[in-house]
């Protein structure tokens, strides 16, 4: 919940071509229920899409403020899905307790019943090739019907074909993309990507895809 206190609505910046638009034009609503799942490949590569995550994480904050009465103590139920003997801790960006950092065998029909399990949503997937998945019906319908919005992010933050971009401060988030990097390679100085050209703040950009091509991204 460290967040609460450095992040509000106004902490992030959403455009389309260059324009300034409204959050819910581009991103999905959020609500307490409402479960985010982010698929990568390696321990930091889900840190291309650290600011869909953190945008997310404090629309759950705001959220709690408007329908509680009283002060709460909790996280939302934000998971990764990694498919690397390598995971990376993304507590930092409110995904915790740590059970929601999720190793995955590299194999399509696993890694989607571990996506099913959870109740997943909204779910990322890395711009990687499409390829045509060997899923069991059951585990598709299941899918189908609990997903509600996909998109493609990628580890450097710039997708092929890139529809809208989320922006916000590089302090504190860059302090916690470094903790991220750390927790897989022991190293403060690990590398963290510029995330964008400006000296102020972290930009990257996503897409939104189906069901179906957000499938044809798994396994990775």
């Given at each position: 919940?460290?967040?609460?206190?450095?992040?509000?609505?106004?902490s992030f910046e959403y455009q389309v071509n260059g324009d300034v638009v409204p959050r819910d034009t581009v991103m999905p609503s959020v609500t307490s229920n409402d479960r985010v799942g982010v698929v990568m490949g390696t321990g930091a590569g889900g840190l291309g899409a650290g600011n869909f995550i953190l945008s997310c994480v404090t629309a759950f904050y705001d959220y709690l403020r408007e329908t509680r009465e009283e002060d709460f103590f909790e996280y939302p139920d934000y998971y990764t899905f990694q498919t690397t003997s390598e995971p990376a801790d993304y507590r930092m960006l409110d995904v915790y307790p740590d059970h929601k950092n999720v190793t995955v065998?590299?194999?399509?029909?696993?890694?989607?019943r571990a996506i099913n399990d959870r109740a997943i949503?909204?779910?990322?997937?890395?711009d990687v090739p499409p390829t045509s998945p060997d899923v069991e019906n059951i585990t598709l319908q299941s899918a189908h019907r609990r997903i509600?919005?996909?998109?493609?992010?990628?580890?450097?933050?710039?997708?092929?074909?890139?529809e809208f971009s989320v922006r916000q401060?590089?302090?504190?988030?860059?302090e916690w993309f470094e903790t991220t990097v750390e927790s897989v390679t022991g190293d403060s100085e690990g590398s963290v990507p510029s995330f964008g050209s400006n000296d102020n703040w972290i930009v990257q950009q996503f897409r939104q895809v189906s069901v179906e091509q957000a499938l044809e991204r798994l396994p990775i």
């Open positions: 919940m460290h967040t609460t206190k450095e992040l509000d609505s106004t065998e590299s194999d399509v029909e696993r890694l989607l949503t909204t779910l990322l997937v890395p509600d919005h996909c998109y493609v992010y990628a580890p450097d933050g710039r997708p092929s074909n890139g401060r590089r302090q504190p988030a860059r």
